[in-house]
């Protein structure tokens, strides 16, 4: 399957971004979706998760209440809704395709689990 992330930008702290990630495929509802991000400096980090049907979700400590993760298996997309965004938020963030990256044993926070990866678009919230 093939990712594009889209959506990102500058925006100031406290604002909102909705981030969009495009699959390709007829098979997109087969597999777990998930947003990691990476700042300069720093390793690949967890984001959020979202179950094969939307159903169940997962989130980092750092986002949770201020981000949500959502899917449209009509429409081959997952987004990620951010809100309150903080300058620690700045970062690329990469959406994440796996059939299952370990939903039931939350090893999905790992990025080395995920099997496919969209190009990234970059967040940057200014202080």
């Known amino acids: 399957v093939q990712l594009q992330a889209f959506g990102g930008g500058l925006v100031q702290a406290g604002g909102s971004l909705r981030l969009s990630c495009a699959a390709s495929?007829?098979?997109?509802?087969?597999?777990?979706m998930g947003w990691f991000r990476q700042a300069p400096g720093r390793e690949r980090e967890f984001v959020a998760t979202?179950?094969?049907?939307?159903?169940?979700?997962w989130y980092s400590d750092s986002v949770k209440g201020r981000f949500t993760i959502s899917r449209d298996n009509t429409k081959n997309t997952v987004y990620l809704q951010m809100n309150s965004l903080k300058a620690e938020d700045t970062a690329v963030y990469f959406c994440?395709?796996?059939?299952?990256?370990?939903?039931?044993?939350?090893?999905?926070?790992?990025?080395?689990?995920?099997?496919?990866w969209g190009q990234g678009t970059q967040v940057t919230v200014s202080s």
């Open positions: 994440a395709a796996d059939r299952d990256p370990g939903v039931t044993t939350g090893d999905f926070s790992l990025s080395t689990k995920w099997e496919f």
């Open positions: 495929g007829r098979t997109f509802s087969r597999y777990v």
């Open positions: 979202v179950s094969w049907r939307g159903e169940r979700t």
